[in-house]
């Protein structure tokens, strides 16, 4: 029994939530005996959602908990227009990511230049730092890919744990839930979110986990998560957060 919360049936282009969209990824988590799967498209693309084919599924799948999700990016200065787009459809859960720091899309590969910019102690203060604001936002249920910023392999000289220190502990006094998304897996850094070091702090802290491997395609519903389990139960982890019209609950990794 597990669970997938982090699914994008539309992907990077803007389209329409139908059945025969969702369905292969229905059809994926089946495979993998997931219990529950969250489709968490990004904020852009909202306007494709709707209620009715989540719906329908649930007739066709009445075995699958289905959950409507939505993964919002945070920037500092959002925090009203967020608002508004929580209050468009009745979400099971928001995903807060960072995608970009002042506009600048790290983590896409076309602006990867821009790293060259930066001295990388100083991005990875600046990531953290808007990290600590999407935290104190109130805003989200599930911290999205928490060290993404480290996705094309730049990572500061020492240890990383000192970056995420305050915004771990800063988690720590929230309801929030960590994410531990395995598509870094899949990425140039070959890691997942967060690192291993990340999440034993965050066990150490008492901060709650759900699973989600960013699937693009159908092919990725639960991708390498026979690992992210392996490497969570390692870690002291023994369960997982889901989460209901915004309510979170526990249930076994
Ligand atoms: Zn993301
Ligand atoms: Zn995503």
Known sequence: MSIDYHLHPLGHKAGRYTKELLMPFLDEAQVHGLREVGFADHDDFVEGINMESILSLKTLYPDMDIKLGLEVSY???????????????????????IHDLKGWMFDHPDFRSGYSNWDIS???GEYYSSLGQLVTSGLFDIVGHLDVIKVFGYRPQGELLPF???????????????????????????????????LVRCFELNIPVTLGSDAHTAGDVARDFAYAKELLYRTGYRRLKGVTKRQSYSVLL
Do not use: H
């Open 75 to 97: 920037r500092p200065g959002r925090e009203e227009e967020i608002k508004r787009i929580a209050g468009m459809l009745p979400f099971d859960f928001l995903i807060g990511s």
């Open 122 to 124: 100083d991005l990875y």
């Open 164 to 198: 995420a220190e305050q915004v771990l502990q800063s988690i720590s006094r929230t309801d929030l839930i960590v994410e531990v998304n395995t598509a870094g897996l899949r990425k140039p850094c070959a890691e997942i979110y967060p690192a291993e070091e990340l």
